[in-house]
C-alpha cells in the first residue's frame, strides 16, 4: 500500500484508484478499497441510480426490477459480503418460473405428467426419439448454440424450448450463436435426471427441496432486498462516501490516459463540462468496444474490441387493475406471434415493489439493438405493444391497465458469436501487457455474461491484485467452467486449499479449481503455442 494517497490531498486531488462504471463490480471494489483505507473515485454516467442493470428504478412508487436479479451464490465471501452492506434488509422469497408455449404453462423444473400432457403423447415420443437421436449420433464438430444444444436434448426439444426464445434474446439465429454461450448457461442440465426427478416429485416420491440436483435453476426460495437490488447498491455508495470518497452521477468516461510516470489522468464529460481525476489504478467496468476507444493513444487492439457486439433490452412496466396476474416470478415466453421474451411479477419478487395491494406490475421484457425499431419507439408506443401482446397472451386485458413505464437498457448483454473470443482476447492480452494498473472488471468490462455475483468476485480478486502490487489473482478465470451459481447450497464454498489461505479463490463455484496464477496462465500460453 506504499503509493497510498492522503484522502483530500488538495491540487488535482490524486486519488489511489479511479473506478468507471458504479454497477456491482465497480461498488464492490470501491466498497472493499474505502474499507482498507485506499482513496478512490467512482464515475457513473447515469445521473440517478447506480447498480447498473441491477439497479432498481422507481416510478410513482412502484419498483422496477432490470431483468430479476436472486440474491444466490455458491461463494462464502460474496454472501458474507452482502450481508455485510445490507445486513437487516433482505427477504426470503418463494421461486417460481415456468414457460408459455403454444398457451400453456410448462413448470420448471420439468413435471413429467404435465410435460406429456401439455405436448400430447405423439409430439412427447417424437421428442424421446429425437432425443436418443441425438445420444446415439451426436454432432462431433460443435461449433454454434444449436449443435451443442441438439446434442444435449435432441433437435425436438431443442425447436420448442430453446430456439424461438433463444433467438428472441439475441436477435441472431442459433446456428450463429456461439456453443460457448449454451455451455456456460445450460451446462449441468441432464434431461434424463430432469425427467427422473419430475415423474418423482408428479407421484409425490420426492418432496425434498429441488436444490439437490446439479441443474441450473432448480432452487426452491432465494434472498432478495425488499425494495430490490438497487437497495444493495444504493447502500454501497452510502458506504463509498461515508469513508471520505466520491461517486460522482453524471459523469462519462471521455479518455484514459497515462503519463511518463505511469498515473493516469481520466477524463469525465458532464452536463457542466469536464473533471479530472488522476489515480495510480484504474478498473474498468466500462463495455470493451467503449473502453478501447477511450484510452490515448488508441490501442493496438482497437480493430478487435469494434468488432464486439451487445444486444440491448428494454423493460415495459405496466400496472394493471386486478390481483396479481400470474404468481410466477417470470415466465417465458416461447411464442412467435409476440416479441415480448419475458414477463416479470414484480410483487412476487417483493410485496414491497408494488405498493398499491388492488394493482398488479408486470414487466414486459423485449431484447432489441440500440436505435432499432423497438428501442426508437416511444414510451406510449410501447405501453400500446406491452398491453395488445398480453390480450394475445391472455393473460390481461388492455382496458385493465391503468399505467405504464419503459426502462431501456444498452448493452444487457454481451453477444458470443464465433469471434468474440478471439476479439476479448487480443484486447485482453494488449491491455494488461501495456498497462499493468489498468483492471478490466464485471460483465461488460470483460464481454463475459457474469451474473452479479460472478462481477462481484472479479471486483473482489481485483482488490487483491492492486494490494499486493501484481496480478496475483487471474480474474479472468471467474466464471470460466460455466456452472451455473443456482444449483447447489448457498455459500457452499469457503476454503482452499492451505497454501493459497481460505480465501478469494473460490472464484465462485463456477471455477472449480484454484483460481490460476498470471505466471501459470504465461507458462500455460508459452507451452501451448510451442505445442
Not at 420 to 442: I, W
Not at 466 to 487: L, M, Q
Amino acid at each position: 500500500m506504499d503509493f497510498m494517497t492522503k484522502q483530500g490531498t488538495p491540487e488535482n486531488n490524486p486519488v489511489d484508484v479511479a473506478i468507471i462504471g458504479a454497477g456491482p463490480a465497480g461498488l464492490t471494489a470501491a466498497y472493499l478499497l474505502s474499507k482498507k483505507g485506499y482513496s478512490v473515485k467512482v464515475i457513473e454516467k447515469d445521473l440517478k441510480y447506480v447498480g447498473g442493470i441491477s439497479r432498481t428504478v422507481e416510478h410513482e412508487g412502484f419498483r422496477f426490477d432490470i431483468g430479476g436479479h436472486r440474491f444466490f451464490s455458491k461463494s462464502q465471501e460474496v454472501v458474507d459480503l452482502w450481508n455485510e452492506i445490507l445486513p437487516d434488509d433482505f427477504i426470503q422469497r418463494p421461486r417460481m418460473s415456468r414457460i408459455y408455449y403454444e398457451g400453456k404453462f410448462y413448470s420448471y423444473p420439468l413435471r413429467a405428467f404435465e410435460a406429456l400432457w401439455n405436448l400430447g403423447i405423439w409430439r412427447s415420443t417424437l421428442c424421446m426419439v429425437s432425443y436418443a437421436k441425438a445420444k446415439v449420433f451426436p454432432n462431433k464438430n460443435v461449433k454454434s448454440f444449436e449443435d451443442w444444444t441438439v446434442n444435449q436434448f435432441g433437435y425436438k426439444l431443442y425447436s420448442i424450448f430453446f430456439k424461438t426464445y433463444t433467438e428472441k434474446v439475441w436477435g441472431m439465429p442459433c446456428d450463429e450463436m456461439s456453443a460457448d454461450w449454451a455451455a456456460q448457461r445450460i451446462k449441468g442440465l441432464s434431461l434424463w435426471s430432469a425427467v427422473i426427478d419430475g415423474l418423482k416429485r408428479s407421484l409425490g416420491l420426492n418432496k425434498k427441496p429441488n436444490d439437490g440436483m446439479e441443474t441450473k435453476t432448480l432452487l426452491e426460495t432465494f434472498r432478495y432486498p425488499r425494495l430490490g437490488p438497487g437497495m444493495m447498491w444504493d447502500a454501497a455508495k452510502a458506504h463509498v462516501e461515508a469513508k471520505g470518497n466520491d461517486v460522482l452521477m453524471g459523469h462519462s468516461l471521455k479518455q484514459l490516459a497515462q503519463d511518463a510516470e505511469g498515473n493516469w489522468r481520466v477524463s469525465a464529460s458532464t452536463d457542466e463540462g469536464e473533471t479530472i481525476i488522476t489515480a495510480k489504478h484504474v478498473i474498468s467496468s466500462a463495455p470493451m468496444r467503449e473502453l478501447a476507444t477511450r484510452i490515448h493513444p488508441l490501442p493496438q487492439s482497437l480493430p478487435e474490441a469494434q468488432d464486439l457486439n451487445y444486444r440491448d433490452f428494454l423493460t415495459v412496466a405496466i400496472m394493471v387493475k386486478s390481483e396479481d396476474l400470474f404468481p410466477d416470478n417470470w415466465i417465458y415466453i416461447h411464442d412467435d406471434r409476440v416479441q415480448v421474451g419475458r414477463v416479470q411479477n414484480f410483487r412476487s419478487w417483493s410485496p414491497e415493489m408494488v405498493p398499491d395491494e388492488n394493482i398488479a406490475c408486470v414487466g414486459l421484457e423485449y431484447f432489441c439493438f440500440e436505435n432499432d425499431g423497438l428501442w426508437s419507439s416511444s414510451d406510449e408506443e410501447l405501453v400500446e405493444l406491452a398491453k395488445k401482446e398480453m390480450a394475445i397472451l391472455n393473460l390481461c386485458k388492455p382496458e385493465d391497465v391503468v399505467g405504464g413505464a419503459v426502462v431501456r437498457q444498452e448493452k444487457a448483454y454481451p453477444v458470443y458469436d464465433d469471434s468474440y473470443e478471439s476479439n476479448v482476447e487480443t484486447m485482453r492480452d494488449d491491455l494488461e501487457s501495456r498497462f499493468p494498473t489498468l483492471h478490466m472488471v464485471g460483465r461488460n468490462g470483460m464481454h463475459r455474461y457474469n451474473n452479479q455475483d460472478h462481477a462481484m468476485m472479479t471486483a473482489m480478486l481485483t482488490v487483491e491484485n492492486i494490494e499486493a502490487g501484481t496480478r496475483k489473482w487471474n480474474v479472468w478465470n471467474v466464471n470460466e467452467d460455466a456452472e451455473y451459481h443456482e444449483a447447489g447450497a448457498e455459500g457452499a464454498e469457503t476454503i482452499i486449499a492451505e497454501e493459497i489461505s481460505e480465501d478469494r479463490a473460490v472464484a465462485l463455484q463456477s471455477t472449480r479449481d484454484v483460481p490460476t496464477r498470471i505466471e501459470d496462465v504465461a507458462e500455460d500460453k508459452t507451452a501451448k503455442r510451442a505445442a
